[in-house]
């Protein structure tokens, strides 16, 4: 199969280049993977970069907002720490479902495996602090400088994770919260306004909607812009 720039970009939303395109020809193994197959190749020309309480503000303004029963969407979530740090930071709600969604399924592989590597100052800083929860296993690696991180019980906390594309409509309808940051920066402006369509879809009436900050802003009636903090939201009114 020879992928088509135009057809990668229709599909993805991304604002891909020909060296993303010519990468992915160079792989064999993918040039008889059939137009469906975009999660098997995603990796190959997306920016996976996560990390745990990445956007804590945000992440803040979710603690400050849920409740029993909360439902949370993470779109665009890679390989899942923004995910796995709202659970710890929700660890005291009860019945909650938190989903965690990405286009590429290699990075929904790692999500589900739990296992994380660590090596930033702040980020094992802060994991340090949830290290009596029962759901986290920390790890202070021999040179001190890395930790070694491993959830277990995810179905217990809530937590699933899938493969999804933006570009198909929203993973599900009536979400509390919709969470996606730094995802519709790496798309054009037709992507932007497709995935935008869908995560709006996919919060129910009176549920906020979280984006990032470079992200497009929402023109409309029942749409509501709202701050905490620095943190910046928008609530959909009906
Ligand atoms: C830079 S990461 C951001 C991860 C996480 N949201 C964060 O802020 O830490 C961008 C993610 O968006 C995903 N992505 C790109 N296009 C997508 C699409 N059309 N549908 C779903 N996910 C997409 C990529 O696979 C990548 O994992």
Redesign the pocket.
Known sequence: MIYKEKDLIEK???NLDQKSVDLLQKEKEVQVLSSLDIHEV??LF??????FF??LSHLELIRKISTKNISIW??????G??VYSASLMLSSISDKTLVG????RK?IEKALSGSFFVFRKSEIKSLKKYEQLPQSQLHLNNNKKSLDVKFSSIKKEGISFDI????DGPYNSGFDIVY????LL??TIK?KKK?LSSLKDGVKEGGILILGDTDPHIFEDNWERKKHNNAIFWKKKW
Request: aromatic share 8%; hydrophobic share 25%.
């Open positions: 993805t939303g991304l995603a990796h997306t920016n996976p970069e996560s990390y990445r956007s993470f779109a665009g979530c890679s390989t720490q923004e969604t990405d286009l590429s990075y999804h594309n933006l570009m996606c940051r730094n995802v790496h798309m992507g995935a």
